[in-house]
């Protein structure tokens, strides 16, 4: 993945792991437990519909440890108009693979994420959250995102795909961060199917995409 790598037996394990519910269950009840955040963020009734945002929506973040906090909040209230605008852009059954294939992604990301890029921004909001709520709505398209993903592909040397750059907009960034995701995936189709495998059926790609990033963008 990126500028790492791990063996096809192990990131099997991670994801089996943290796809297990019956065990995450247990874990949360348990004196000193640690349950992975599955199925409580994948499957978060907020009564909303695929092409709708509301307030459970905003705070589904808090499942993955992302925030928001109370401004974040009031930020993300204030630009739905734009995110339902970009959210409705997007075909619900669009992979991320497919538009970055015909070249779609980068203005249908823009329309999503370019809300961080703006002179206003969103205060107190970042990809990390952004990314983590429209997730949910578009799982097949918008890769979740935070500092252990980062890791992954981002770095000095030759062995990672993107390299820091100074003044890079978030919309650049993460249609790069895209581009690079669609790269490993596509250069490794029966890896990836075997990890998918390991994952409970629905289960998108992107996410099982970020729990090997998640567990392998640690300090190693």
């Known amino acids: 993945m990126g500028g790492r790598s791990i063996n096809v037996e192990t990131a099997a394990r991670w994801v089996s792991s943290y796809f297990d519910e019956a065990a995450n269950r247990a874990a949360a009840v348990a004196k000193y437990g640690r349950p992975f955040a599955y199925p409580a963020y994948d499957r978060m009734a907020t009564g909303s519909g695929r092409d709708d945002l509301n307030d459970g929506d905003l705070i589904s973040p808090l499942?993955?440890?992302?925030?928001?906090?109370?401004?974040?909040?009031?930020?993300?209230?204030?630009?739905?108009?734009?995110?339902?605008?970009?959210?409705?852009?997007?075909?619900?059954?669009?992979?991320?693979?497919?538009?970055?294939?015909?070249?779609?992604?980068?203005?249908?990301?823009?329309?999503?994420?370019?809300?961080?890029?703006?002179?206003?921004?969103?205060?107190?909001?970042?990809?990390?959250?952004?990314?983590?709520?429209?997730?949910?709505?578009?799982?097949?398209?918008?890769?979740?995102?935070?500092?252990?993903?980062?890791?992954?592909?981002?770095?000095?040397?030759?062995?990672?795909?993107?390299?820091?750059?100074?003044?890079?907009?978030?919309?650049?960034?993460?249609?790069?961060?895209?581009?690079?995701?669609?790269?490993?995936?596509?250069?490794q189709p029966n890896h990836w199917a075997a990890l998918k495998a390991e994952a409970p059926e629905g289960t998108s790609l992107l996410r099982v995409v970020d729990v090997v990033a998640w567990n392998l963008g640690t300090d190693i």
Do not use: W
């Open 63 to 187: 499942l993955l440890n992302a925030g928001p906090t109370i401004t974040a909040f009031y930020s993300l209230q204030s630009v739905l108009p734009s995110l339902l605008s970009g959210l409705a852009a997007v075909p619900p059954h669009l992979t991320l693979q497919s538009a970055v294939c015909d070249g779609r992604h980068r203005k249908l990301i823009e329309g999503l994420i370019g809300a961080l890029d703006a002179p206003e921004r969103i205060p107190g909001v970042g990809l990390t959250t952004l990314t983590k709520i429209l997730h949910r709505k578009r799982p097949l398209f918008i890769p979740l995102f935070d500092r252990r993903v980062k890791a992954c592909y981002l770095g000095l040397g030759d062995r990672y795909p993107m390299h820091p750059v100074s003044g890079r907009t978030d919309t650049t960034f993460f249609s790069t961060l895209a581009e690079c995701m669609v790269d490993d995936i596509v250069r």
